[in-house]
């Protein structure tokens, strides 16, 4: 958005123009008198807006009326932009607006917005200014640019941007990671792209996940990076409809291939040796492990299997997606909590971290039905605050099998640093698991690993 100030007083000029960048972002030129005024109006057809004082001091140390000089070229020469008059002033037949000679700040900007019919949404973009920034990691479930982006270079004449990738480029994860090797964090893209970018983040992120050319190792990369953009999604935008859709491919994606994959074996070897953050690997293992213990216990009827597969998926995808930190992630009793030694304001995200997600699922549309409440209860209390002590039997059967699978894969993920075997580590649960309800789950877990070793 470009805008002239015609103003002499050089306090005016500075709020003026400081307003106009902070709140929408627009570009400021400032002329001091009308007839400099109107020559850059002549040579500026892109102008949106010119604000003029109705009267300034003349060079000449006379009253120059600015405004009536500024709205006879207007009309004079047909332009379409539009004007602010600011202190007293009245030109019958003319079209512009009017503040008087006194205004808050505030007043000015909403009076700003009204003249140049600017929504409240279009705001927003405006005071981002020409370029967003876009995580780099998001490039990572990309393999062509939707459009122009760049790198910015911080100058002392400002931020330059210098576009790096064409739209239309082909690149891969690599290529990406080059960039990063050299410290660029964000990539920019032109404000007015964001929407067409992440509708093409999604397409293309759909493209690959679904294409069966691709082998695993590649699909867990590519699932573990898409639920890693999720987190950081979530993290800083809430809730968006990007975020669920994208979400929703991946834990679509994930149950399928815990589906179709019979064997466990090989499908936790896969995961063990693959690439991807212990974040994922945590949620997608339980969602492995539930697949195949579901079937040895009564409770869960065969014609529901998949519809089950999907629900503990999706609250696996979700349950601890708003930790930002793996040792966040790794705490799982009031004793982990205590060694982590956390800040005031840490404790608490790992605190509430299950009632806020459920939070958040209730208001999901598509949810599946029963993933809020495994979710509220994946630490063993009903209101999804704090770590149980005990673990007791009223929560609800799924919520259960959350409990019993997440322990076990965590010691399982565990694996190359404390070294128990899965012996002992089932052993160590029947000591920590004492009800039946829950014991019940971990000798599911033993048939189904006898099954398939
Ligand atoms: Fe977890
Ligand atoms: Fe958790």
Redesign the pocket.
Known sequence: MNVLVVESNPKAISLLSSALRAEFGAKVHVEKHGTPGTAYISENPMLDLVVVRSINPSPDHNAEETARIVLNYIYDNELTCKVLVLGEFEAAGFEYAHLPERFKVSDFTTLVRKTLGITLEKLKELKLGDYIPIDIQNFYVMNKAPCDTYIKLARSTGDQYVKRIHSGDEFDKAAIQKYEAQGVKELHIPTDQKNHFLEAQLKQYLGSITDITKPEPVLVELRSDAYDINKTLINNTGVTEQMILMSQASIKAMAQSVVQNKKLGGLLKNILNNKGSFAYK?SYLISVFASAVMPKLEWSEKKQFEANVERITFAAFF??ILLTEEKH?RIRNKLDLYQAKLEAKEKDLVLEHAHNMATFIHEMKHAPRGAEQIIREHHGMRNGIGFAEVYTSSLGAMSIMFIVL?DFVSSLLDFKEKGLTIKEILENMNETYQLPSYRKIIAALQEALTDSF
């Open positions: 945590h349950h601890d992630i997440e």
